[in-house]
């Protein structure tokens, strides 16, 4: 069963009125979109995914609480185009959660979990060419210990890539627990005691194949060129990789850069249009409850001008 992280701390943080139009660029299993429907009765949900199973799902969920909503089938890298083909100029808020879906990780066949057999797969858009078992069969040495240092940060890189060559020289690795353990025999065993020691490679993979910090970037530019004034962005990350670009963000655009800060007066074209509101870490009890919000941090940014 999927628990949405930081549920209620979102939804209050998007400050939604009744007549709010709001995009949920993260649909999943609808935990977030169903809380935000019941919100505004005059206003209007858009909702992204590319997950067919969870757009089946989330379809039925909202439908049986309101009929303002849309579901988009696409990648929220589409978001700026989708909405302009709907003439929608503006919206009130837009949150984006980062997580991998529960259901996701569950499903064997998916190929997201390193503690359960299934092919390598890892693909969000079945319809995408590119999969787990790809990358790590045909990648080169240099570009597996890119993905693994950049995307996982994984100090054991070098020895984890050196032990794929070695072993798809005989042979492709095929599933996720083949993986998982060619992993775990080639790092340090104190290091096998702290955390399943697959966890960071399996990440860095998973980005890959979607592609989806580059996707995440460019998406939050876009997404802030649709902000109303007054209306808030949400993100919810999982990593420091998400949450590197969110931090750039606020340095960017909510800040008076440092050459302009000794101004008496600052001009009304160097003054920030947005405002970070806060950054909301998971409560003790919520980590207890759900495990995979450990590592979540939210971030509210919101158009002032």
């Known amino acids: 069963m999927h628990i949405s992280v930081l549920l209620k701390e979102s939804i209050e943080s998007l400050n939604i009125k009744e007549d709010s139009v709001i995009v949920d660029c993260t649909l999943g299993y609808a935990g977030h979109s169903s809380e935000i429907l019941k919100r505004i009765p005059k206003g209007y949900l858009y909702a992204f995914d590319q997950d067919k199973e969870a757009i089946t799902f989330s379809q039925k969920k909202l439908s049986s609480i309101a009929p303002n909503f849309e579901i988009i089938d696409r990648n929220f890298t589409f978001l700026k185009e989708e909405l302009e083909k709907r003439n929608q100029k503006e ?25 359960k057999d299934a092919p390598l797969d890892m693909r969000m858009d079945q319809r995408k060419k590119l999969t787990a078992k790809t990358v790590v069969n045909t990648y080169s040495k240099q570009d597996l210990i890119h993905i693994f240092q950049t995307y996982g940060e994984e100090k054991y890189a070098k020895p984890i890539a050196q032990a794929i060559i070695e072993y798809r020289e005989n042979k492709e690795i095929e599933t996720t627990l083949e993986l998982a353990e060619l992993v775990k025999n080639n790092v340090p065993f104190k290091y096998r005691r702290e955390k399943h020691p697959a966890r960071k490679v399996f990440q860095a993979i998973r980005i890959e194949v979607n592609q989806e910090l580059d996707v995440f970037r460019n998406a939050l530019e876009d997404a802030f060129s649709f902000l109303s004034i007054g209306g808030r962005i949400c993100v919810i990350t999982f990593h420091s990789l998400e949450d590197h670009i969110c931090k750039e963000f606020v340095k960017k655009n909510c800040k008076v850069k440092k050459e302009l800060q000794k101004l008496p007066i600052l001009p009304e074209e160097y003054q920030p249009k947005f405002k970070e509101i806060c950054v909301i870490e998971p409560t003790e009890e919520e980590k207890e409850k759900n495990p995979r919000s450990r590592s979540a941090r939210l971030h509210v940014i919101e158009r002032i001008k």
Do not use: A, M, N, T
Request: hydrophobic letters at 35%.
């Open 91 to 115: 919206v009130d808020g837009i949150l984006f959660d980062l997580g991998v879906s529960s259901p996701q990780l569950d499903e064997d066949y998916r190929g997201f979990s390193f503690h």
